[in-house]
């Protein structure tokens, strides 16, 4: 017994209490190992990560006028964005017009709601023109601009005949062309924009009938524009 307590303290002041070299070496390999571990498995699950996350996110490309179905976009669907965006060009300018030239309230009532509808409705046209990539018109139509004409040439009364008949008229046609794009356009962006444009010639449709000033002669010109079913 006191041989082997005199072993012990001979190892003790040769080692100064310290754990073998050879220990420490082992220990210190076995944490690198771990260590090289733990980097690879974060590596890998980073990696699964990612393409878990890039998985759920859309492919480019799939925005824009893709993703809008512009694939199914038919000539008639194009016509439609070209006259709704032609029809603000003239009634913004008519609805300014109304609010110095009108003799009538209900003139100047019906005046500011082209002003504001149109001024939405253009700026929709406008957005979905560009998602679908369907170039527009910076200017109305030749006949448009001549009825521009003719209301800066009219004043009080006679203006607000002529605005009635001209307005009404365009708006009654363009209603026609907006339930047949509505009822058959495979675009959702189409759909929308003329259901807008639905609700906002309509109004407009309205606030001009509340003038008292819509003739039959106006409605006979509607009338012989719509496509007789056979």
């Known amino acids: 017994m006191m041989k082997s307590h005199a072993r012990n303290a001979r190892y003790a002041r040769n080692s100064g209490g310290a754990f073998p070299m050879s ?5 210190v390999v076995a944490l690198a190992a771990i260590v090289a571990g733990v980097s690879i498995w974060m590596s890998r699950g980073g990696d699964e990560e990612g393409q878990t996350v890039a998985g759920n996110l859309p492919a480019a490309g799939n925005g824009g006028a893709a993703g809008a179905g512009a694939g199914g976009l038919t000539e008639l669907d194009k016509t439609f964005l070209v006259k709704v965006r032609q029809a603000g060009l003239w009634e913004i ?5 109304a609010q110095s030239q009108a003799s009538s309230e209900a003139i100047k009532r019906a005046g500011m709601h082209l002003l504001d509808g149109h ?7 406008r957005e979905d023109a560009k998602a679908l990539n369907v170039p527009l018109p910076d200017e109305a139509s030749a006949e448009q601009q001549g009825w521009v004409d003719q209301l800066k040439a009219a004043k009080g009364r006679e203006f607000d005949q002529t605005f009635v008949d001209l307005l009404r008229a365009s ?4 209603f026609i062309t907006i339930a047949e794009v509505r009822a058959t356009t495979k675009i959702p962006l189409i759909r929308r924009l003329a259901t807008q444009a639905n609700n906002t010639v309509n109004d407009h449709m309205e606030v001009l009938e509340d003038t008292g000033l819509l003739t039959d002669a106006v409605l006979d010109d509607v009338a012989s524009t719509v496509p007789k079913s056979k």
């Open 93 to 97: 300018p008519a609805g300014r017009m």
């Open 119 to 125: 001024s939405k409705l253009d700026q929709l046209t």
């Open 171 to 174: 708006h009654g046609k363009i």
């Open 23 to 27: 220990r420490v070496l082992a220990a």
